[in-house]
């Protein structure tokens, strides 16, 4: 996602208070707090880490970073920063059924300032603690705010979810809801009162890990809404030679994003916002009440919201009535115009 707001320099001027220290103690700082797990042979402090693989699993890895202004507002709390850097890459485990164990951190800092750091990884460990992940290594540097994650995590093998699965008449499902961090980035941006539930969906995204792992066996294929719906299912109907007829209607909303905007604008930013951190996943029919029991066993909701057709590459959408609805945007592309 894009953050370009008016009020950035004021921002930017309005830095905080920094704790200057060197490099190595920032580390040691890191290292001090990171937790470890059991089949972690050597952690953070020297030149590499050692991880033990049990035998009878695959070895799943994934990289996501976050730019500053690019992937987060300049007004993220470092803390926020942190949670999401890593709830990004958990989400990717979750799209592939894998079960997250390990990560490693890449810190991009403007200055070495250890209140920043401190906050940082209070987010960023929290949520590593809830799924038991280990940072066992990384990399600080300076440069321009910018943090990279790289997630390791297992799978048995053949028993991970891909975007190449998708059969015509499947279902088509969503976890959760869909536009709440787009909208609350949308009243970031034009400068009006931010909705904290919104908000939250932005800076504290809930990778979907149990749901990925429950739908294992059950799904025929899966994709983290990070770009946006469209877009991430574009990518599933690529790679399956398939297409998609999608209910706009049925698409499912939080009641913070009906009560901030319109019909219209919801329908849009549920479409082909980003930043949702939901599953995409499709399923035969015949599948519903398994997915509905293993999905109510991880306390997350899903929604059906159409299904695959056979016309390859395609995705078009309806309303409730029946009628042809054009999103005004498909997604958010990186080097797109
Ligand atoms: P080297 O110069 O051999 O690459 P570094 O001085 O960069 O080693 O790092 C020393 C140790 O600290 C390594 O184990 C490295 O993985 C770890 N480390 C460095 N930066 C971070 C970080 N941001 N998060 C976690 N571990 C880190
Ligand atoms: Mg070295």
Redesign the pocket.
């Known amino acids: 996602m894009a953050h370009r707001g008016r009020r950035q320099q004021e921002r930017r001027a309005a830095a905080s208070v920094t704790t200057p220290m060197p490099?190595?103690d920032?580390?040691a700082r890191?290292?001090a707090r990171?937790a470890s797990r059991g089949d972690v042979v050597l952690?953070?402090?020297?030149?590499?880490?050692i991880l033990r693989l049990p035998p009878d699993r695959d070895l799943v890895v994934a990289m996501d970073t976050l730019n500053t202004g690019v992937h987060f507002p300049e007004d993220t709390a470092p803390a926020d920063i942190g949670w999401k850097a890593l709830a990004v890459n958990l989400s990717d485990m979750a799209a592939m059924a894998a079960t997250p164990a390990w990560c490693?951190?890449?810190?991009s800092l403007p200055q070495s300032d250890a209140v920043w750091v401190d906050d940082f990884l209070d987010g960023f460990l929290a949520l590593a603690a809830q799924h038991e992940v280990a940072?066992?290594?990384?990399?600080?540097t300076r440069g321009p705010l910018s943090v990279c994650v790289t997630i390791h995590g297992l799978v048995e093998p053949r028993g991970a979810l891909r975007r190449s699965g998708a059969r015509v008449d499947d279902d088509i499902w969503v976890t959760g809801t869909l536009g709440d961090a787009a909208g609350a980035l949308r009243q970031w941006q034009t400068g009006i009162a931010i909705d904290p539930v919104l908000r939250a969906r932005l800076d504290r995204p809930t990778p979907r890990v149990a749901a990925g792992f429950a739908l294992a066996g059950i799904a025929h294929a899966c994709i983290d809404v990070s770009d946006g719906l469209l877009a991430d299912l574009a990518h599933v109907c690529r790679a399956s030679r398939v297409g998609a007829a999608l209910d706009v209607d049925a698409l499912p909303a939080s009641d913070a994003l009906r009560d901030a905007f319109d019909r219209e604008t919801a329908r849009a930013l549920q479409s082909a916002g980003g930043d949702d951190y939901e599953l995409c996943f499709t399923a035969p029919k015949t599948a519903r009440i398994s997915i509905e029991s293993a999905l109510f066993g991880c306390d997350v909701p899903a929604t059906r919201i159409g299904r695959v057709t056979a016309d390859a590459g395609l995705v078009v959408l309806h309303d409730a009535d029946g009628g042809a609805w054009s999103p005004p945007r498909r997604g958010y592309e990186h080097f797109g115009g």
Not at 43 to 49: M, P
Not at 104 to 107: C, V
Not at 135 to 140: A, E, I, N, R
């Open positions: 490099e190595f920032l580390i890191i290292h990171a952690g953070i402090g020297d030149d590499a880490a490693t951190l890449s810190l940072l066992v290594g990384g990399d600080t």
